[in-house]
């Protein structure tokens, strides 16, 4: 049972990057920054939920609440610009690559415990497979590139795995609903800081006026905006209530099938998108990526172990 539910929370969580790209590749949401805004500021609707248990906190948790939500977005704002510009079947698998390499790290630095060889190998053949998918072959000795978007890849992953592993000591003292508001507020005050920044603020405050008066082609995207954040909703809970089922290590083992159902779902997507879906379908392409995710999986079951 958990296994299924694994694999659909999997398989809805790559659907849900490929709605991501198609609104971004399609310029249908004008930039990664304007999307995060959104993301975030919808998130305030768990504020719905303060009757069902929420509290105040220690004035550490508070602080430890907020500062992980804030890095949240900040991963996330870096997985949109990735996404916008890179190839969705590429820049997933890398942050999905390096969240568990830096939270491996991070559990290193805070705990007594010590990397068995095991996981060293794990971390190695992650790395591996992280630089092999982010290279185009075959490669030329005057010209090595890394795929579009991979620093913002880099950057998501280390965001990313901040947050969750600030996420760890939060739900470690407080009830999952009530962290997860606080948290969510967190998100909410860390998108607002995007309005400093002149460019991002003019963007975002322009997006408001397309959605005061909507044509067509705005409620069509608003329509898949909110279909793309219930369906990555459906996503976090069934891998939650996987992991409540059975084996952690066996659910984080299988997040390579993320992977393969996006890269499956971005060749149909291309063929009816192909200006907001840039994939190279080439068979190397394909036996490069297929090669690589096979190397991540690989790497986090031995992380994991």
Request: aromatic share 18%; charged share 10%.
């Amino acid at each position: 049972m958990f296994i299924f539910a694994t694999l659909s929370s999997y398989f809805l969580g790559a659907l849900a990057v490929i709605l991501d790209k198609f609104l971004l590749g399609s310029k249908r949401i004008s930039s990664a920054p304007v999307y995060s805004f959104y993301i975030g500021v919808s998130g305030l609707f768990v504020l719905l939920f303060i009757p069902f248990g929420f509290y105040f906190p220690s004035s550490f948790q508070i602080f430890l609440s907020l500062i992980s939500g804030g890095m949240f977005s900040v991963g996330i704002l870096f997985l949109y610009f990735a996404i916008q510009k890179g190839e969705a079947s590429r820049v997933t698998p890398i942050v999905g690559a390096i969240i568990p390499i830096i939270t491996c790290f991070l559990s290193y630095l805070t705990s007594n415990e010590s990397f068995v060889s095991v996981q060293m190998i794990g971390i190695v053949v992650l790395i591996f497979g992280g630089l092999l998918i982010s290279f185009d072959l075959p490669l030329k000795i005057d010209k090595r590139k890394f795929v579009l978007g991979f620093w913002d890849s880099f950057w998501a992953g280390i965001f990313l795995a901040l947050a969750y592993f600030l996420f760890k000591f939060v739900y470690n003292e407080q009830s999952f609903l009530n962290g997860f508001i606080w948290t969510r507020i967190g998100s909410f005050m860390g998108v607002m800081i995007y309005l400093i920044i002149p460019d991002w603020r003019k963007n975002i405050l322009g997006s408001f006026h397309s959605f005061s008066k909507p044509q067509k082609k705005e409620y069509q995207t608003g329509s898949l905006f909110v279909a793309n954040k219930i369906i990555g909703g459906i996503s976090s809970m069934l891998l939650n209530f996987a992991i409540s089922l059975g084996s952690v290590t066996i659910v984080n083992s299988l997040v390579s099938s993320q992977y393969v159902f996006v890269l499956v779902l971005a060749f149909f997507a291309h063929k009816k998108f192909p200006n907001a879906f840039e994939e190279k379908l080439k068979f190397w392409d394909w036996a490069q990526k297929a090669g690589a995710i096979v190397l991540i999986g690989v790497g986090i079951i031995l992380i994991f172990k």
